[in-house]
């Protein structure tokens, strides 16, 4: 099987910054796009951040010019840097990652997701 465990969350003032990592464990024949979603209480979760195998990205506009999303192929590993981080980025925030992997003689994607991590910022 295959686990995405996240670390980095916190609890950061105004202004501040946190980085996020994600790592990919298991049985991985490859991993495609990777992204980073959150969900603030009572809202519904959105994408914040996704990289694809190549490097390419896409941001929430809201997060755009403050975070910034990077993968190490070698590591399995998504990294978030959030800066200029505000209130209103409070939320738990979700590995996402489409691995292909073995299922029996051939190879199917599978869409996985961490555990969450914890991210306040404090006025």
């Known amino acids: 099987q295959v686990q995405l465990v996240e670390s980095g969350g916190g609890l950061v003032q105004a202004g501040g910054s946190l980085r996020l990592s994600c790592a990919a464990s298991?049985?991985?024949?490859?991993?495609?796009?990777m992204g980073w979603y959150r969900q603030a209480p009572g809202k519904q979760r959105e994408l914040v951040a996704a990289?694809?195998?190549?490097?390419?990205?896409n941001y929430a506009d809201s997060v755009k010019g403050r975070f910034t999303i990077s993968r190490d192929n070698a590591r399995n590993t998504v990294y978030l840097q959030m800066n200029s981080l505000k209130p209103e980025d409070t939320a738990v925030y979700y590995c996402?990652?489409?691995?292909?992997?073995?299922?029996?003689?051939?190879?199917?994607?599978?869409?996985?997701w961490g555990q969450g991590t914890q991210v306040t910022v404090s006025s």
């Open positions: 996402n990652a489409v691995i292909t992997r073995w299922n029996t003689m051939r190879l199917d994607e599978y869409e996985y």
């Open positions: 298991g049985s991985i024949f490859s991993i495609n796009a």
């Open positions: 990289i694809t195998s190549g490097g390419s990205t």
